[in-house]
């Protein structure tokens, strides 16, 4: 979902990602398949390091050691759907904003406050289902 990000946007028009295969067992030193079309394939070919340089940088550690490209169409770069807005009743928002203000990296108080919201408000719409 976030090929373009981690590659870049020149990159994402030519390949798309296909699957990441992991040898059994083993969470790194996994295969990048990448769909590219004829003379892309052959460009992508040589950027391949880069490609799986930002690869790993985005996962953090040595996930990807090798790419393999499949020619055929890359069907462009997958967009993400984007997040519905859900919003908390007053009592959920104040146990969210208790649980979370005392987390004093102020990056990571944000990212717990948007998950919390998402999870707490979904908690919210299952119950009136039910």
């Known amino acids: 979902m976030r090929w373009s990000e981690i590659v870049g946007s020149d990159l994402a028009r030519l390949a ?3 699957k990441l295969a992991f040898r059994r ?3 790194a030193g996994g295969m990048l398949h990448v769909r ?3 003379p892309a394939a ?3 070919q040589h950027l391949a390091p880069t490609v799986v340089e930002r690869v790993n940088t985005y996962y953090g550690y040595r996930a990807v050691e090798r790419l393999h490209i499949v020619q055929g169409p890359a069907s462009g770069p997958a967009k993400a759907k984007p997040a519905r ?3 908390l009743s007053p009592a959920a928002k104040s146990r969210l904003d208790t649980m979370v203000n005392r987390t004093a990296n102020d990056g990571l108080r944000a990212a717990l406050r948007r998950l919390g919201t998402q999870v707490l408000a979904r908690q919210d719409g299952d119950e009136g289902r039910s």
């Open 16 to 18: 798309t990602p296909v």
């Open 25 to 27: 067992g083993s969470p």
């Open 36 to 38: 590219a079309a004829g």
């Open 42 to 44: 052959l460009e992508l």
């Open 85 to 87: 807005s859900r919003t």
